[in-house]
Nanobody, 120 residues
Framework: QVQLAESGGGLVQAGGSLRLSCAAS?????MGWFRQAPGKEREFVAA????????RYADSVKGRFTISRDNTKNTVSLQMNSLKPEDTAVYYC????????????????WGQGTQVTVSS
């Protein structure tokens, strides 16, 4: 089974940018990013198809976040711009099936997460 490892989290001021990366140990199909803020349930952020041609975003991040992938390196990235304090959370990447979906139960493998903290 593929293993996933996130990197790139950190502390940034509101309005700043961060780029998260997820390295997979092998080939993956659709990939997703989810996040969990303290005291809240994990929520969908973005997803991308295996080819990279299809993407989906949560309304809260549309226009600010961009998901991309490099299949030659088995990596998926999440470029986060115009960050807000409400984006503070642990961010997880996940490997899914053929189609990029927003549902957690469609993803079978998860990374351990990386902390993103946005200060006001």
């Amino acid at each position: 089974q593929v293993q996933l490892a996130e990197s790139g989290g950190g502390l940034v001021q509101a309005g700043g940018s961060l780029r998260l990366s997820c390295a997979a140990s092998g080939r993956t199909f659709s990939m997703g990013w989810f996040r969990q803020a303290p005291g809240k349930e994990r929520e969908f952020v973005a997803a991308i198809s295996g080819s990279g041609g299809g993407t989906r975003y949560a309304d809260s991040v549309k226009g600010r976040f961009t998901i991309s992938r490099d299949n030659t390196k088995n990596t998926v990235s999440l470029q986060m711009n115009s960050l807000k304090p409400e984006d503070t959370a642990v961010y997880y990447c996940a490997a899914g099936g053929l189609f990029p979906t927003t549902r957690e139960d469609n993803y079978h493998t998860w990374g351990q997460g990386t902390q993103v903290t946005v200060s006001s």
